[in-house]
């Protein structure tokens, strides 16, 4: 069966969705939200984009019936794999995206992040996302902000009027640059990564608390042991461990001093070199590891966040365990190309593959446990940045996950992709 699911997704089929252009390259979010209408709770499907340029738009995709029946429909293209004309008709189309009219808002600056999480103290029965958290980078005269759009009221269409503009909620301004943000699933609280260290948020206050302070930016983050740690890539290819329970008020405020040593490999003389570099906030300098390079990315599994992928601007990527960190990676994965880029890896919900694009314009399929690179193809000419994919913890509740998810419908479970060429949708058959 194992080898099976490699084959099939070892040839994706990969399609573009016209006038899509610039919306998708700085951040990607898939949100499945059930909406209450006059019929009863209505199952929806949303892709939040961000722009490099500042746009955040939305689109919904799947059944229609009660959903978006105004703006401009996005048609998919075909881009891969290469076929003739009477091929492509015989290939089944994953079915157009609606863009709302008027529902493109542009921020302040590049958006960085985008995260989804729950309704504030409550809990649902059917899905439990009800808000987004959006970041943005900043720019030459102003620092990245925080905001909060409700999703609830986002779907409350009325035609011409700006959708997006009046439930966003700027909760928290920094006059720091924002690289990258990760959020609890209850959303009281997100962690948050800048050029100064790493800062916890609270989204009803907007108070913030600094966790972290650092002279290497931190440009990853991952939330992991049920949002009470989180792993925090800095640029100097550091990946530290942070408790987010102990926080200090105030950029100011006294931090816990730690001296880090980690080895650098010097080319001239071919052997290992110990250094040193300093931090200050609630660390676990046991739980400290060094990638060769930036760190690019960090993603937990979600069946068993103790794993979870890195990457880093070397094109290293590798697997490892938290519980044995210091022991190194329990998987490497070869192929990936990259030295200055932060791309995003992507984990479909099966959490038996992953997807990234590489500075070379190729996007790369690896899988998860046995490491193979079982995909490898230029699909557009410019870099695959991001990457979203419907999260397994969708599946929550049912016994078995992975057989939850084998059972679902595969045409909603495939990935989307964004570069500056549009955003893009893959999937295979199974």
């Not at 709770?41 to 984009?49: C, G, I, K, P, V």
């Not at 530290?240 to 006294?254: H, I, N």
């Not at 997807?355 to 998860?368: A, I, K, P, Y």
Request: glycine fraction near 10%.
């Amino acid at each position: 069966m194992e080898e099976y699911q490699k084959a099939q997704a070892s040839h994706p089929v990969v399609w573009k969705y016209q006038g899509t252009n610039k919306l998708g390259d700085g951040a990607l979010e898939r949100i499945n939200i059930d909406v209450q209408t006059g019929e009863g709770l209505t199952d929806r499907n949303l892709l939040l984009a961000g722009g490099r340029d500042g746009s955040l738009s939305f689109f919904e995709f799947g059944k229609f019936e009660g959903g978006i029946h105004f703006g401009r429909k996005c048609l998919p293209d075909l881009v891969w794999p290469l076929l003739n004309k009477s091929q492509v008709e015989c290939r089944k189309a994953p079915g157009h995206i609606w863009r709302p009219a008027q529902n493109t808002q542009w921020m302040t600056s590049g958006i960085s992040c985008i995260k989804t999480f729950g309704r504030h103290g409550t809990e649902n029965e059917g899905s439990s996302i009800q808000n987004a958290l959006v970041c943005t980078l900043g720019a030459e005269d102003r620092g990245g902000s925080v905001f909060v759009i409700n999703l609830t009221e986002l779907l409350e269409f009325c035609p011409n009027r700006p959708i997006l503009r009046r439930n966003i909620d700027e909760v928290a301004t920094f006059n720091c640059t924002i690289w990258t943000a990760d959020c609890r699933s209850d959303g009281c609280h997100a962690v948050i990564g800048t050029n100064l260290g790493a800062a916890l948020v609270d989204l009803e206050t907007g108070v913030k608390s600094w966790l972290l302070c650092s002279k290497s930016d931190v440009l990853a983050q991952q939330l992991i042991h049920s949002g009470n740690v989180v792993l925090c890539g800095l640029r100097n290819g550091a990946i530290v461990t942070v408790d987010v329970r102990e926080k200090q008020e105030g950029f100011s405020a006294r931090h816990a001093s730690h001296r880090i040593q980690h080895s650098t490999l010097d080319s001239t003389l071919g052997k290992s070199t110990k250094q040193w570099f300093k931090l200050s906030g609630n660390i676990h300098p046991s739980h400290t590891i060094k990638m060769p390079s930036c760190i690019a990315c960090l993603v937990s599994l979600q069946f068993d966040d103790q794993y979870f992928l890195a990457s880093s601007m070397d094109g290293t990527v590798k697997l490892y365990d938290h519980r044995i960190i210091q022991r190194g990676a329990v998987q490497t994965y070869e192929g990936h190309v990259n030295s200055h880029t932060r791309l995003q890896l992507g984990v479909d919900p099966s959490e038996r593959f992953f997807v990234s694009g590489g500075e070379d314009c190729n996007l790369r399929l690896w899988s998860l446990k046995s490491g193979e690179l079982l995909f490898e193809d230029k699909l557009t000419n410019t870099v695959t940045s991001t990457v979203c994919w419907q999260k397994a913890e969708s599946f929550n509740g049912v016994q078995d996950e992975r057989r939850s998810y084998d059972n679902v419908k595969h045409d909603s479970l495939g990935a989307w992709l964004g570069s500056a060429e549009g955003i893009f949708y893959m999937d295979w058959e199974l």
